[in-house]
């Protein structure tokens, strides 16, 4: 598979990660394929999100419409999700950087493919869920959102994208369980829609003339009523209710009020 080679833009180095770079091909005629590496497991700083959001920038603004492919050069990890030390000291990470890249995805004026060649957690996997369609690549992988298992909340603005995409079912699965979907159950859950990595790309492109679909011009619009309330969320300050931190305090003092009054039963 020949790409032309188009621009790449630089993730700077940030404590432990060594930084990397975005770079986009053209495989094929207005198919732009977004390939990241950010090791060792692509982790969602701020920096990682600045260089998509340049990315999506620069192809919008320079090239004519078509499809946005992005996948991960790090073969073992599309991504790992959020470096959770680093949020946990950088002011509005979420509001300022994050909610932003999901938001310009969910929103971008031509159709976006997740292509997941390895591990989607947590974060990771929220960001190929903000694409319009998500193709796993490979023979090894989970996608996973595993905040159960390491007692982390999941603000609203993160939980929605599943309810508006999943079916009741998948979500308690995803969310409540930590389920982790090889892609053959992902598939068949339609939280996928092919397993067949470049193949099935190409095939997904094919089949539902998927470059035409932002030559009319109102395929922003159209994603913007479709998902109206999860960009709600991602860029108006949805989760109204309170931070993560302040969720689990709260959690703490109903525990603990809870056991007070058994204690006097």
């Known amino acids: 598979m020949a790409h032309k080679q188009h621009f790449s833009v630089p993730i700077l180095p940030l404590d432990n990660h060594p930084g990397g770079a975005v770079v986009c091909t053209e495989p094929q005629p207005q198919l732009y394929l977004l390939t990241f590496s950010s090791p060792p497991d692509n982790r969602l700083t701020h920096h990682f999100v600045d260089a998509m959001l340049s990315a999506l920038d620069t192809i919008e603004g320079r090239f004519s419409p078509g499809v946005v492919i992005t996948t991960s050069a790090v073969a073992k990890f599309y991504s790992n999700g959020l470096d959770l030390g680093l949020v946990g000291v950088m002011d509005g990470f979420f509001e300022k950087h994050l909610y932003k890249l999901l938001a310009r995805f969910l929103s ?158």
């Open 108 to 265: 971008y004026p031509m159709p976006t493919i997740a292509l997941i060649n390895g591990h989607a957690f947590a974060g990771g996997m929220m960001l190929a869920m903000h694409h319009d369609y998500r193709v796993f690549s490979g023979s090894k992988g989970f996608l996973c959102v595993n905040e159960i298992d390491f007692g982390a909340p999941l603000p609203i603005a993160l939980a929605n994208i599943y309810q508006a995409k999943a079916h009741p079912s998948v979500v308690r699965e995803t969310v409540l369980e930590g389920r982790r979907w090889t892609a053959e159950a992902a598939v068949e859950a339609r939280l996928i829609d092919s397993a067949e990595g470049w193949e099935g790309v190409a095939k997904l492109v094919k089949e539902r003339s998927l470059v035409k679909k932002a030559e009319s011009g109102v395929y922003r619009v159209l994603k913007q009523v479709l998902y109206r309330e999860q960009l709600a969320l991602l860029t108006d300050k949805g989760d109204a209710t309170g931070s993560a931190g302040e969720w689990m305090t709260a959690e703490a003092e109903k525990r603990a009020s809870t056991q007070a009054k058994a204690a006097k039963l």
